[in-house]
């Protein structure tokens, strides 16, 4: 049986890895968002990647804490924020396009 703690451990295992998940998948749309103003737009694309990548697996080190089940819990919470970065993208394109396709009402 669990105690209190540890239930309290992987809470805030798998809340640190969701907050990884939501900079680290940001931090991607942002990233793509920028490159068609951006030149050379590969160099922002390698620096945006390494240092999300090195951010993300710093940030998993210290929430493994020789445990594994912190680590499970980390990726559950990093696996669902991708999810829930990705729905909430993917309906701000949508919203703006239909408000790009919206006929005008200017005279």
């Given at each position: 049986?669990?105690?209190m703690?540890?239930?309290?451990?992987?809470?805030?295992?798998f809340?640190?890895?969701?907050?990884?998940?939501?900079f680290?998948?940001?931090?991607?749309w942002l990233?793509v968002r920028?490159?068609?103003?951006?030149?050379?737009?590969a160099l922002?694309?390698l620096g945006s990647?390494?240092?999300?990548?090195?951010?993300v697996?710093?940030?998993?080190?210290f929430?493994?804490?020789?445990?594994?089940?912190?680590?499970?819990?980390?990726l559950?919470?990093?696996?669902?924020?991708r999810?829930?970065?990705?729905?909430?993208t993917?309906?701000?394109?949508?919203?703006?396009?239909?408000?790009?396709?919206?006929?005008?009402?200017?005279?």
């Amino acid at each position: 049986m669990m105690t209190m703690i540890e239930i309290l451990d992987i809470a805030i295992a798998f809340t640190e890895g969701a907050l990884l998940g939501v900079f680290f998948f940001v931090g991607l749309w942002l990233t793509v968002r920028k490159l068609e103003s951006f030149q050379p737009a590969a160099l922002l694309f390698l620096g945006s990647m390494l240092l999300r990548i090195g951010i993300v697996v710093l940030g998993f080190y210290f929430i493994l804490d020789d445990n594994w089940q912190h680590l499970l819990a980390g990726l559950l919470g990093f696996t669902l924020a991708r999810i829930m970065i990705l729905r909430l993208t993917r309906r701000m394109e949508q919203s703006n396009q239909l408000i790009n396709k919206a006929p005008s009402h200017e005279s």
